[in-house]
């Protein structure tokens, strides 16, 4: 059961350390563990490895902001976008800008696209941005803060990107094409190859929203014997926000924006200087934010150096393999199936039995303590694969066998609502 908040004000007096411990402990006992719970709606389980390192480095390192690094930090910051850059394959002349999140990753590559056709004198009418209706709503967002208009274009096959589609509704004030590597809605990979010929076409920057697969994908790609393809190889490709919060399991807060050329930088840099305005020293920012938590670079450094390529590739094969376990169990039970392929690490199914609806399956799952990410368009579960031992998949499938034994045979079980997703 999930504690009421106690405090309503500051303590009159502290506490002493084993009320803080106790208490905490008390509010994370009230969730999943982490790095044993079962199968996520939301984010993978971390592996013990990347938990332990990142916790470590944290701890020392708690206190520290990534503003003003001290030098330590700056090394630090060197190093990781040295991996990110690697792991993305951005050009040499290309830059890596570190962020807070996927969120601030697109707002800088809507901005910069907005920034640079301006520049360009590339706008004379009201700007818009072409994306496929399965892109994630910080697109939205960004549009919203930076006054550019979205075209959501319905998806193709499988939930991709449909490139003629999309190409229909280009004109002379669109400034930015997005394709999702994987879309976050179906977990299916959205055709960057043909998008990035477009782009190209009409001179558009063209950003890929790989803040889900970014990390995960070159190592699926290596278990899967496939040559290992980087974002970057497709010219025609400006940005590609990459989050290493995510299938790269750092610990919360930290996201990539990397650009195919270091001039771009600017567009998402904000400088001001003495004579201008401000009296005391000269600013300069790359990114929206500014303080940053040295605790966050810390751990992410920490979690990839202590994973390293193999352990990225031990991750991938047991999310394959977890895949394959699940997909096959699925298929067994009567009117189940993925409603698209298992592609980057989210697997997303359905009942297409109408006296199984998924709403109610969702329902007995979640009251068995199961994960169930209702969606709709169509109506489906959607959760995210973990590097988790065979069993927790064996029994997942079991668990979703029992609650369409129970919605078939039970007298009356409701749909599951479809609460906001994010608070
Ligand atoms: C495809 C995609 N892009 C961007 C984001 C936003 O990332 P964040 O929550 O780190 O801001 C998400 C979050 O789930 C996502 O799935």
Redesign the pocket.
Known sequence: MTPEPSLTGMPASGWRQYEIEQRLHELLASDPPLHTGWPDTLWPVLPDKALSASRAAMSQFAHLNGFVKPSGLDVIEAELLAMVRDHLGVPEDGATTLTV??????FLAVKGALFKARENGGVTGQPNMVIPET??P?FDKASEELGIDVRRIPVGKEFRADPEAMANQIDENTVLLVA?T???THGTLDPVEDLAALAQTHDLWFHI?A??GGCLLPALKRVAGESSTTPFDYPGVTSV?A?L??FGFTPTGI?TLSVNSSELIRHHSFSIDVASSWPFRPYRRTGFTGSRSGAVLAGAWATLVALGQDGYEQIAQEIVSGADIFAKGLSTIDGFELVAPHESGIIVFTSTDPQCQIERVANVLERNGWPAMLAVSPPRLQFLLSPLPPHYYEQFVEAIRVAANEVRTGVAIDGAELTTYGA
């Open positions: 999140g996927g969120t601030e990753s697109n892109a994630h910080s999702s994987p879309n976050y929203d803040c889900v926000s989050d919060h995510k996201s």
